[in-house]
C-alpha cells in the first residue's frame, strides 16, 4: 500500500502521525485573502485578482503556507494516562471509547506551498505575475474497518471476518514555474491566465482495492489485492530472504516527472459595491517517469495480529514514541509487496481547485462581505467549502479579515492581518483557528488546521481608492 512492505506502511504513518501532530483547504495561500487587494499572493486563488501594487517576495518567505484538513480527531488516538499520553491501542482503552470517534470513511489530506521567488509589477496591459514555488499535496483515506481489525482482533471465539476496501495514499510533490497575467476587457471585467511548467520531484500513488481478512483459533489469514507507484529518480527497492519489499534506498535524487498547467480566472464588477469572480486553477498533468511498482501476489498469507501496546507501570512507563513504534511493527508485517513491472511512464492529473467568490462592500469600501465557495477535485475525499468573511481595511497600511468556514471535514473560523506600512508588505493568519486543547495540549476536534505567511517589497505607486472603484483605466489610459 506504499513504497513497499515496511516503506510504504511507514509512509502512510508518517503522513498521518505528523499530519495530525502538526495541527496547522488547499495550499497555495490564505482564502481569507481572496478579498483583500492589498495582499500581492492572491493571483495564486484567482490569476485576475491583481493586487493594488507591484511587489518583490522576500526569497523563501513570500508566501509559506501549511495546511492539514481530517475527519480525524487526535483524542481519538491519544490518551491521557499517569501524567502522559497512551495510544489507542492501549488495551486500558476500551474499543468502544475508541471506535465511537472512528467514522466509515476517515480522510486526511496535508498541503504545503512554499514560494521561492515571486514578482509582480503593473504594465501599460494588465498586472503580470512571475513566481517559482515547491508545492506538496498528499492525502490518505483510511476505512473504518481498518481501525475496527486493529483494535477488535478476534472478538469472537467461533472467529471474525473483515472486509477492508480502498484503503488509499497518494502524493505529488513538484516545483512549480509559473507566469501570470490580469488583463481588462472594457471598465468592468478583468480577465486572468497563469501558465505553469512544472518539475516533478516526487509521486506516490497508493492502493489496496480489497483485503480480506479471517481469524480464526488456529489461523489469521490476509488476502490483499493493491498496488504501490512511486516515481523518485534514483531510488530502488530493498528486500528481504523471501523477495517481499522492505525499504528503500536512495541514490543521487533528480526531476523524476514534468508536466504543465494552467490557471483561469475572471472578475466583474458590476458597480462601486458588488463584485463577482471565479476561478479554475492547477489544471493540468505531470508525465512521471523513473518508477518503480510494488504488488500484492493475491493469495493468502499468514498473520500474527496486533499485539498489546506495552506501556509499563510507575516510573517504568513505556515512551509514546516507544508504543507508536510497536503500533508501527504490527502494521508492516500486515501487507505483503513484491516487486511488480512498473510502467515507463505515469501521467497524473493535477488536483484541480474551483473558487466561486462574492463581494458586498459598503462605507467606500472601507469594510466589505464576501462569499466564497472552494472545491477541489482529483482527491480520494472531494472537499469542498463554502466561507464567509468580513474585510475590513481601516486604513492603507493596515488590512484585518475574519472568516467563519463549513466544509466536509467540519466548520472552522479564522483571521488574517495585514501590514503594508512603506517598504514592506507582512501578513500571517489561519483558515482555521485551534482554540480548544486538552490538559495535555492535544487539540480537541477535528485535527485540521491551516498556517499562512508571508513577506513581500513592495514596488511601483499604491493605486488610490479612485483607481479601486475603477482599477484598470483613468480617462481611457491604463495606468501603470
Do not use: C
Not at 484567482?46 to 526569497?59: E, F, H, K, T
Amino acid at each position: 500500500m506504499s513504497l513497499g512492505n515496511q516503506t510504504m506502511k511507514r509512509t502512510i504513518l508518517v503522513i498521518l502521525w505528523v499530519g495530525m501532530m502538526v495541527t496547522v483547504g488547499e495550499a497555495q495561500t490564505l482564502r481569507s485573502s481572496y478579498f483583500l487587494n492589498s495582499m500581492p499572493m492572491r493571483h495564486k486563488l484567482n490569476p485576475a485578482l491583481a493586487s493594488d501594487r507591484g511587489y518583490i517576495s522576500v526569497p523563501g518567505l513570500g508566501n509559506v503556507m501549511a495546511d492539514v484538513h481530517s475527519n480525524l480527531s487526535l483524542t481519538s488516538f491519544l490518551y491521557p494516562q499517569n501524567g502522559g499520553l497512551t495510544t489507542f491501542m492501549n488495551p486500558s482503552i476500551s474499543a468502544s471509547e475508541f471506535l465511537s470517534g472512528i467514522v466509515a470513511g476517515n480522510a486526511l489530506k496535508a498541503d504545503v506551498d512554499v514560494t521561492l521567488l515571486s514578482t509582480g509589477f503593473y504594465g501599460k496591459r494588465g498586472f503580470t505575475t512571475i513566481d517559482i514555488s515547491a508545492r506538496s499535496m498528499s492525502d490518505l483515506y483510511l476505512p473504518g474497518e481498518l481501525f475496527r481489525f486493529m483494535k477488535l482482533g478476534m472478538d469472537h471465539a467461533a472467529g471474525s471476518r473483515y472486509h477492508i476496501e480502498n484503503l488509499t495514499l497518494q502524493s505529488d510533490n513538484y516545483v512549480e514555474v509559473a507566469v501570470g497575467h490580469a488583463h481588462p476587457i472594457g471598465e468592468k471585467l478583468v480577465i486572468g491566465v497563469k501558465l505553469k511548467g512544472l518539475i516533478g520531484a516526487a509521486n506516490v500513488r497508493a492502493t489496496i482495492d480489497r483485503m480480506d481478512i479471517s481469524l480464526s483459533g488456529d489461523q489469521w489469514l490476509i488476502d490483499a489485492n493493491g498496488v504501490a507507484d512511486l516515481s523518485a529518480r534514483g531510488s530502488s527497492f530493498r528486500y528481504d530472504e523471501q523477495g517481499r519489499i522492505q525499504g528503500l534506498d536512495w541514490h543521487s535524487p533528480g526531476p523524476a516527472g514534468w508536466g504543465l498547467g494552467v490557471d483561469l480566472g475572471m472578475v466583474y464588477r458590476f458597480d462601486d459595491r458588488w463584485l463577482l469572480s471565479a476561478s479554475v486553477v492547477d489544471l493540468g498533468f505531470i508525465r512521471w517517469s523513473h518508477n518503480l511498482r510494488g504488488e500484492t501476489r493475491n493469495e493468502p498469507f499468514s498473520f500474527e495480529g496486533f499485539h498489546e501496546v506495552a506501556v509499563g507501570s510507575g516510573s517504568q512507563t513505556v515512551s509514546l514514541r516507544d508504543q507508536w513504534r510497536s503500533v508501527r511493527e504490527d502494521l508492516e508485517a500486515l501487507l505483503n509487496l513484491y516487486e511488480g513491472e512498473a510502467p515507463q511512464a505515469r501521467t497524473r492529473m493535477l488536483r484541480t481547485t474551483i473558487h466561486v467568490g462574492g463581494e458586498y462592500a459598503i462605507l467606500d469600501r472601507k469594510i466589505s462581505f464576501g462569499l466564497l465557495s472552494s472545491t477541489r477535485l482529483g482527491m480520494t475525499r472531494i472537499w469542498t467549502e463554502a466561507m464567509g468573511s468580513v474585510n475590513f481595511r481601516p486604513a492603507r497600511w493596515f488590512n484585518v479579515v475574519v472568516t467563519a468556514a463549513a466544509s466536509n471535514y467540519g466548520t472552522s473560523w479564522g483571521w488574517l492581518l495585514n501590514f503594508a506600512p512603506k517598504g514592506v508588505n507582512l501578513f500571517f493568519g489561519t483558515d482555521h483557528m485551534v482554540t480548544r486543547f486538552t490538559s495535555q495540549y492535544i487539540p480537541l476536534g477535528r485535527a485540521s488546521a491551516v498556517f499562512n505567511l508571508g513577506m513581500n517589497i513592495p514596488i511601483g505607486a499604491r493605486r488610490d481608492d479612485q483607481m479601486r472603484r475603477d482599477p484598470w483605466r483613468r480617462g481611457g489610459v491604463w495606468r501603470p
